[in-house]
């Protein structure tokens, strides 16, 4: 059994903070199910995985550390949610393991195409959702200056760790590139 993707979606609104679930959980699902058709993945463990990718550092999104690990403590509340609403076990190792392995930077990579798929995702939606990033980050406490800088790195990072998948890359690039070109003309004025 997979689990009511009505009753996971309502979790996940419950748990995330609005920003986050409108601006980046969302872009997420979006990305990532227009990949699972185009590439006939299993639909149902790619959306269950995206709503539930950042389940580990929902409560904790606005105070952010950027060596946490969120990918852990997600995998197995991930699991705990489906199996609470009866999921049955293959269904659960396949999400969880989703979660466990979408970061891109952090151990274990992803391996299967559904895996692949949410780790693309992610990155995609922090290309569709630049500037809401640019704003975390600006709250988060950093300089202007400096959080320029961490922009330029998670995008290339995104950018050539991340998306692995040439399909997630052709949907993106228009917008990578965008967003490096903006980056570029304001170096020049901050270096
Ligand atoms: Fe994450
Ligand atoms: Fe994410």
Same mark, same amino acid.
């Given at each position: 059994?997979?689990?009511?993707?009505?009753?996971?979606?309502?979790?996940?609104?419950?748990?995330?903070?609005?920003?986050?679930?409108?601006?980046?959980?969302?872009?997420?699902?979006?990305?990532?199910?227009?990949?699972?058709?185009?590439?006939?993945?299993? +639909?149902?463990?790619? %959306?269950?995985?995206?709503? @539930?990718? =950042?389940? *580990?550092?929902?409560? #904790?999104?606005? $105070?952010?550390?950027?060596?946490?690990?969120?990918?852990? +403590?997600?995998?197995? %509340?991930?699991?705990?949610? @489906?199996? =609470?609403? *009866?999921?049955?076990? #293959?269904?659960? $190792?396949?999400?969880?393991?989703?979660?466990?392995?979408?970061?891109?930077?952090? %151990?274990?990579?992803?391996?299967?195409?559904?895996?692949?798929?949410?780790?693309?995702?992610?990155?995609?939606?922090?290309?569709?959702?630049?500037?809401?990033?640019?704003?975390?980050?600006?709250?988060?406490?950093?300089s202007f200056e400096s959080t320029?800088?961490?922009?330029?790195?998670?995008?290339?990072?995104?950018?050539?760790?991340?998306?692995?998948?040439?399909?997630?890359?052709?949907?993106?690039?228009?917008?990578?590139?965008?967003?490096?070109?903006?980056?570029?003309?304001?170096?020049?004025?901050?270096?």
């Amino acid at each position: 059994m997979t689990g009511n993707i009505e009753q996971i979606r309502k979790i996940a609104e419950e748990r995330y903070c609005r920003a986050d679930f409108k601006y980046h959980i969302l872009p997420v699902v979006k990305n990532a199910l227009l990949l699972a058709e185009k590439l006939e993945a299993d +639909l149902k463990v790619v %959306e269950t995985a995206a709503y @539930l990718h =950042d389940i *580990g550092r929902a409560s #904790e999104r606005e $105070e952010y550390k950027a060596s946490n690990d969120h990918h852990l +403590l997600g995998a197995k %509340e991930a699991r705990k949610i @489906l199996e =609470d609403l *009866g999921c049955g076990k #293959e269904f659960v $190792e396949k999400v969880s393991y989703c979660v466990l392995t979408h970061r891109g930077r952090k %151990e274990p990579e992803p391996e299967s195409l559904e895996e692949k798929i949410v780790a693309c995702a992610d990155a995609m939606a922090h290309f569709d959702c630049f500037l809401d990033v640019f704003s975390f980050f600006l709250r988060s406490g950093d300089s202007f200056e400096s959080t320029v800088e961490k922009m330029e790195a998670k995008m290339d990072r995104n950018w050539n760790k991340k998306l692995t998948l040439p399909e997630a890359k052709e949907i993106a690039r228009p917008k990578y590139e965008a967003i490096r070109l903006l980056i570029e003309s304001m170096k020049e004025y901050i270096e």
